[in-house]
């Protein structure tokens, strides 16, 4: 400020003094040639660790693709399903590990000291770990799911008390459609034991009880007669059904096995099928019997 007599005091000498300094330190900053060639040196590291972290993940991809499509053409048989699983899995876990890497070395080129950033990460991650153990359960357990295919979207499973279709796989819960409809949410850490019924053909049996006034020879011609070209009219065989011969023998009645191969997860509507086969041949022959009475 100026002074009765016109003169600057000495607050606001040293006040312009200081604003000076600082104008002329920013200047010198600005036209600090060997800063700013470190600052592009070091944006063109960045950039080009940035590149060869896109072209090592992209390779990584061809890799997979590659391999993967070998297995698929291997002479061990194995579902795609799994194929499309697993090469999904291993690419995000490879984005995940070439990012991680790159952001380290790009933080190590801004100067920052790694080793306590590393030791604090290393900490949260066990405390984290402490803390969420059930959490980490479920995970590792769907990674597991997962990659050894137990079981896949749309198969009947059985796991405990549940059973039903799958609907969702996740890393964390599976979701399972119950016969009547009902929807269970399972975290993958309770899945210990499961009953896949997706994954190999069924054996439909049919138990057919038979009075014993009725002859054998009869009742299997009349069977015969009833599943002649059922494979052709119901889809979820897989071939047409054998008679085994005869379960069980009483005073009263002989039961009459039958079995056939069906598709997965088809063995009670094969089995119903098969009933309906028999009850409509046994009706005809009923009817058939009373025209010729009459």
Known sequence: MVNQNGLISEQTEKALKEAWKLSDAFWNWMTDADMWMGVLFAAIRILVIFLITRIIIRVVYKMIDQFLKRQEKSRIHMNPRRFVTVGELLKNVTAVVCNFIMVLIILSELNFELGPLLAGAGVLGLA?????????????????????????????????????????????????????????????????????YSVSNSLAIVDLPVKNEKRLNETLSLIERALEGIKERRPEL???????????????????????ECHPNAREVAEREIYKDIKQELEAEEMRQSSQGL
């Open 238 to 260: 897989l071939q047409d059904p054998e008679i085994l011969g005869i379960q069980s023998l009483t005073t009263a009645e002989y039961v009459v096995r039958i079995a056939a």
């Open 128 to 196: 984290i770990g402490f803390g969420a153990q059930s959490l980490v359960k479920d995970v590792i357990t769907g990674f597991f799911i997962i990659l050894e295919d137990q079981f896949a979207v749309g198969d009947m499973i059985k796991s405990g008390e549940f059973r039903g279709t799958v609907e969702l796989i996740g890393l964390r819960t599976t979701r399972i459609i119950g016969l009547n409809g009902e929807t269970y949410v399972i975290p993958n850490g309770l899945i210990t034991s499961v009953t896949n």
